[in-house]
Nanobody
Framework: QVQLVESGGGLVQPGGSLRLSCAAS????????MNWYRQAPGKERELVAA????????NYADSVKGRFIISRANVKNMVYLQMNSLKPADTAVYYC?????????WGQGTQVTVSS
């Protein structure tokens, strides 16, 4: 079965950095676009970043452009989100996501808190 397991969240001061990781299994990883979403308290889940099957294209939400970098390692079935210059507004639960066929799969989420 499809499994997505995120790690790397935590508490960081404004201006700091974190690197999130997502370990994927149960599907043909290099056939699928991978995404990172986030959901802040009281807000809808939003797409943060996406990466194509070979890493040849990436897309970012306007709010994170120039600060976040999504990458993937197909040989390891891993996708990453490097988050730099973090702001309190980046505080949220971050989710790894993949659509396989017509089904959306989500990880359990990892909490990122940006606070001094």
């Amino acid at each position: 079965q499809v499994q997505l397991v995120e790690s790397g969240g935590g508490l960081v001061q404004p201006g700091g950095s974190l690197r999130l990781s997502c370990a994927a299994s149960g599907f043909t990883f290099n056939w699928n676009t991978m995404n990172w979403y986030r959901q802040a308290p009281g807000k809808e889940r939003e797409l943060v970043a996406a990466i194509g099957t070979t890493g040849d294209w990436t897309n970012y939400a306007d709010s994170v452009k120039g600060r976040f970098i999504i990458s993937r390692a197909n040989v390891k079935n891993m996708v990453y989100l490097q988050m730099n210059s973090l702001k309190p507004a980046d505080t949220a639960v971050y989710y790894c996501h993949v659509r396989v066929g017509f089904i959306d799969y989500w990880g359990q989420g990892t909490q990122v808190t940006v606070s001094s």
